[in-house]
């Protein structure tokens, strides 16, 4: 079957680091997703990793092990506006839907 | 980049009311659409997945005859909710992928419609 784990709930400080982890066993894997969604709003595509290693965007950055079945998103220079869950998925073939933890809902405090 | 147009936004409506919900890609080619439903600080689950010509193919546990999936041509697919009660209510939100991509493109998402039933 499918599973993916991420914490549940974090806060962190503005201005601050955090790492949101997620591990993940699926029957294949194509890639992994990291998405933010604001509460009420549909999910934005923040990173894409399928090989392993560091991928960086602006403030935002994503690590995958596949050996390992984990991931993590590193948000830096925390903001106000971060404040949202964080969905990790996984595409476990070709042309198949994202299957998607059940997210990490981040605070972040002043 | 690639869109997605979802309507309506929010439904309230009477219990036993049929809802129709559209999903559209607006600047690409979709032949394959998701429909997802989710519940308060609940994650995203899978309905089904809308193939266009062809019948949807429903998730474990969601009733296809409840649950209508149209998806009549490559840029539009639509879920009627048929004879909705309470227990229906939850956000609901499409997603696509433009079918030329490769697989490393992301699932666009639409910006969800809101279920009310009363």
């Known amino acids: 079957g499918q599973n993916i784990d991420q914490p549940t709930e974090m806060t962190a400080t503005e201005g601050a680091i955090v790492q949101i982890n997620c591990t993940y066993q699926?029957?294949?894997?194509?890639?992994l997703f990291w998405y933010q969604q604001h509460a009420g709003e549909a999910p934005t595509f923040l990173s894409y990793n399928v090989l392993d290693g560091l991928e960086e965007k602006g403030r935002f950055s994503s690590f995958l092990s596949r050996s390992k079945g984990y991931s993590y998103l590193l948000l830096k220079e925390l903001q106000m506006k971060d404040s949202a869950s964080y969905l990790c998925?996984?595409?476990?073939?070709?042309?198949?839907?994202?299957?998607f933890g059940k997210g990490t809902r981040l605070s972040v405090i002043a | 980049g690639a869109v997605v147009s979802q309507h309506p936004s929010w439904v309230i409506c009477k219990s036993g009311t049929s809802v129709k919900i559209e999903c559209r890609s607006l600047?690409?080619?979709?032949?394959?659409m998701f429909w997802y439903r989710q519940f308060p600080k609940q994650s995203l689950m899978l309905m089904a997945t809308?193939?266009?010509?062809?019948?949807?193919?429903?998730e474990q546990g969601v009733e296809k005859d409840k649950f209508l999936i149209n998806h009549a041509s490559l840029t539009l697919s639509t879920l009627t909710v048929t004879s909705a009660h309470p227990e229906d209510s939850s956000f609901y939100i499409c997603s696509a992928r433009d079918g030329r991509e490769y697989s490393n493109q992301p699932q666009h998402f639409g910006d969800g419609t809101r279920l009310s039933i009363l």
């Open positions: 699926t029957s294949g894997f194509n890639g």
């Open positions: 809308s193939n266009e010509g062809s019948k949807a193919t429903y």
């Open positions: 998925a996984v595409r476990d073939g070709g042309n198949t839907p994202l299957v």
């Open positions: 600047d690409f080619q979709a032949t394959t």
